[in-house]
Nanobody, 127 residues
Framework: QVQLVESGGGLVQAGGSLRLSCAASGRTFSGYAMGWFRQAPGKEREFVAMISGSGGYTYYADSVKGRFTISRDNAKKTVYLQMSILKPEDTAVYYC????????????????????WGQGTQVTISS
């Protein structure tokens, strides 16, 4: 099982940018599909973006498409979420997660598809 640690959260003004990182432990990082999820106060955790083990396939939630970019560096065992044109509604705790499942990257995954989760990093967007 892989262990995940997120970093890079903070307070940013609306319209700004932020890059989140998720560092993983374990020897088979490239075998995991990786995802980013978020949870706003009083709301359920929701899918944000995902990327295949090779980095060749990605999928985004409609709410972030065109503003967020997910990427990974398998040599560094790290997955990133570059967030731009941030909005107050992007305020949430952001979690990265890992999955051994094989996805088709044509529809949002379920939270239950991911077996390993980080502790989360807070992102706050001020208006």
């Amino acid at each position: 099982q892989v262990q995940l640690v997120e970093s890079g959260g903070g307070l940013v003004q609306a319209g700004g940018s932020l890059r989140l990182s998720c560092a993983a432990s374990g020897r088979t990082f490239s075998g995991y599909a990786m995802g980013w999820f978020r949870q706003a106060p009083g709301k359920e955790r929701e899918f944000v973006a995902m990327i295949s083990g090779s980095g060749g396939y990605t999928y985004y939630a409609d709410s972030v498409k065109g503003r967020f970019t997910i990427s990974r560096d398998n040599a560094k065992k790290t997955v990133y979420l570059q967030m731009s044109i941030l909005k107050p509604e992007d305020t949430a705790v952001y979690y990265c997660a890992a999955s051994w499942r094989r996805f088709y990257y044509t529809s949002p995954p379920s939270l239950s598809d991911f077996g390993s989760w980080g502790q989360g990093t807070q992102v706050t967007i001020s208006s």
